[in-house]
């Protein structure tokens, strides 16, 4: 029954490297992964390193390690650092872009709603997510939120990739019962609230 509305976790993810990562088809680049997000939070929650400080330090070593390597190499006719052409593609870009515009036109598309329109159930259901997300914040600093999601990334996909079915029944009933109860809020609380209609204004 569950196998004809099972989906592709692997597609869902975009495909690709970044999916093969998230679920641990190149466990190679998931244990860099989290190894470098265990040691990030290690060096600036534990250490205290100060991110900027740290930043320009790598840079300056990367920097003294490759200018020392090139001037050896031309000495003792040795080959040059091996680098690549250092260099963002023009489809990099523009792919880059496209996404950050499909998010920042979203975003103003739901300010618009509340703003102009006057969504008073869109307005709820962003202020309560906001006061969520700041909620939790307090509780973490960044490189703790950022270390959890790293987790979170490689570990909610695999789980669900394999257990699709179990959580997809567990999920469906979750969602009626939110229904329900956000129908009785509805029923009892907004619709008695006045919304002005004030959409349409003339400008002299």
Known sequence: MGDSR???????????????????????????????????????????????????????????????????????????PPLPDLEVSEESVLRAADAIRVWINHALSVARNIAVDGNLKLFLRVAFSLWVISYIGSFFNFFTLVNIGVLLSLSVPMLYDKYQDQVDDKLIVAHKIIQTQYRKIDDTILRKIPIPFNKKKKTQ
């Open 6 to 80: 099972r989906i592709s976790v692997h597609q869902a993810l975009g495909g690709g490297a970044v999916a093969d990562v998230l679920l641990w088809k190149r466990w190679c680049g998931g244990v860099v992964l989290l190894v470098t997000a265990a040691t990030m939070w290690f060096l600036f929650e534990q250490a205290g390193y100060n991110l900027l400080s740290f930043v320009a330090n790598v840079v300056l070593l990367l920097v003294v390690i490759l200018f020392s390597w090139a001037k050896s190499a031309t000495l003792l006719n040795r080959p040059l």
